[in-house]
């Protein structure tokens, strides 16, 4: 009888003690869930901040670049640049309603000479959803973005097709006013002058540098067959000849016993050959025959476009300016004449980037970065240069010289934007893609009107470039 109440009342205590344990699990799980809960919960609060972080970094990071370039003169007042940044980071983050933004402030420093920096900073609190559970009803958080620009400036080569088919569809009228309109926009980005300048390198199977230069020691007047002294000038005392018709050259001249008086160099208008090669595809310096530029009176399909008193005339190079107005003159005197040679637009476009004679580019000033571009822009294939091409079909040993210079540019840490403008079905054209720095800057156009608006997406690109983050 004791036995088996012993027996039984120890089952009790056991069922009373197993009871127990499961309250005290129980108890602890009840204690332990809130924390764990929280825990779990504060990462995917955390995640959330940080995407709406992440976002508010990206709208500070467009909203200060887009400030920088309205105040590109430095003229905003300090309200009006935090009106423009509360603007502008609504707008651009406006796809995070849950969030909170406040206190973005715009820091400006410098102009007047100085390199400009702008400042603007961003605060946001976002409601959170489970660490409230831990005590922490909301999460806050900061980004920035900083825009400097003033310690970068910007060097453009404008070379622009000439060639007689520009007074197709309208094209060359395009042309300038879309040139027009890029000047602007460039001239608008600089603080002071030097800030930015632009070259104009008009071209058809040559180039001219400016009758004015006729003095220069940089030309070359004789050596070859094609140069000016052996086409420029009078045969006296041959023997032979219909009316001195072959005689109008020193070499005929010579060959039926004459003697050859080269015409006064003051007679050339300034037209110049692709270089002895290599040196149509480099930089070099003249300093030698050798490197030397050729100079041409250009005579093609009847017409001379490098004559005193023929029409049209080839426009002459603007170097490196910013004259303004000077430089839309040029561009608004552009006519359409005679074949494509892009490398010698090309060369030029280049030598007017460059730090010595011929065209004698400004110093670059060791205190600032520099962004250098050539824009090339033409309506068809090469056709033509010194050797090769007959001026109306596409010459592809034109093509190979302009490859070798477009390494050579590309090498020198020039960019390169390409435009074709090709509205008569002329296939596309490969060295002018070749040239492109890559392929974002290859524009391949079917219609004239396009034109302004490919010169506007490269005038943004470049102004954009005057600013480092």
């Not at 009840?30 to 825990?39: E, K, N, T, W």
């Not at 300048?197 to 058809?204: C, D, E, K, L, Q």
């Not at 280049?350 to 824009?375: C, E, G, H, K, R």
């Not at 490919?454 to 983050?469: D, E, M, P, V, Y």
């Amino acid at each position: 009888m004791t036995r088996v109440s012993t027996s039984a009342g120890l089952q009790r205590v056991v069922a009373l003690f197993r009871r127990s344990e499961r309250g005290n699990v129980a108890i602890t799980f009840a204690i332990a869930v809130l924390p764990i809960l929280g825990c779990v919960g504060a990462a995917v609060d955390y995640s959330r901040v940080n995407s709406a972080r992440t976002a508010l970094q990206d709208a500070l990071d467009a909203a200060v670049l887009m400030i920088a370039k309205d105040d590109s003169t430095g003229t905003l007042t300090q309200s009006q640049l935090n009106a423009k940044a509360q603007a502008y980071v609504t707008a651009l983050y406006g796809s995070h309603p849950e969030v909170t933004t406040s206190n973005i402030t715009v820091s400006y420093s410098g102009g007047n000479g100085t390199p400009s920096t702008l400042l603007l900073n961003g605060a946001g609190s976002l409601s959170t959803q489970f660490a409230s559970l831990l005590g922490f009803p909301s999460m806050t958080f900061n980004a920035s973005s900083t825009a400097t620009w003033g310690l970068t400036k910007l060097r453009v080569a404008m070379v622009l097709d000439n060639t007689g088919s520009m007074n197709d569809a309208g094209k060359l009228t395009a042309l300038q006013g879309a040139a027009n309109t890029l000047i602007d926009q460039l001239s608008a980005s600089a603080q002071n002058p030097g800030d930015v300048y632009i070259s104009v390198v008009p071209f058809a199977a040559v180039v001219n540098v400016g009758a004015s230069n006729n003095a220069q020691p940089w030309l070359k007047w004789s050596g070859a067959s094609d140069t000016w002294n052996e086409n420029n000038g009078t045969c006296k005392n041959y023997s032979w000849g219909y009316n001195n018709a072959w005689t109008q050259n020193q070499s005929t001249c010579q060959y039926y016993g004459g003697t050859w008086t080269a015409s006064n160099h003051s007679k050339w208008t300034g037209c110049v050959m692709d270089r002895d090669q290599s040196y149509d595809t480099t930089n070099t310096a003249p300093t030698s025959s050798a490197t030397y530029f050729p100079t041409t009176e250009y005579y093609e399909n009847g017409q001379y476009y490098c004559k005193p008193g023929n029409n049209p005339q080839l426009q002459p190079i603007t170097p490196l300016s910013y004259n303004w107005t000077a430089l839309k003159s040029s561009i608004n005197a552009m006519q359409a004449t005679g074949g494509t040679n892009q490398a010698i637009g090309l060369a030029w476009g280049w030598m007017s980037l460059t730090q010595s004679s011929p065209l004698n580019a400004p110093a670059l000033d060791p205190n600032y970065n520099y962004v250098q571009a050539i824009i090339l822009l033409s309506d068809g294939l090469n056709t033509e240069d010194r050797w090769y091409g007959d001026g109306s079909s596409w010459s592809s040993q034109v093509d190979t010289r302009q490859q070798t210079l477009c390494d050579n540019i590309k090498a020198a840490g020039i960019t390169i934007y390409a435009i074709q403008v090709n509205t008569d079905g002329e296939a596309q054209s490969a060295v002018m893609a070749y040239c492109a720095s890559d392929a974002s800057k290859f524009f391949y156009l079917t219609s004239s009107s396009q034109v302004l608006s490919t010169f506007n997406t490269i005038g943004a690109s470049l102004a954009q470039l005057r600013i480092a983050k």
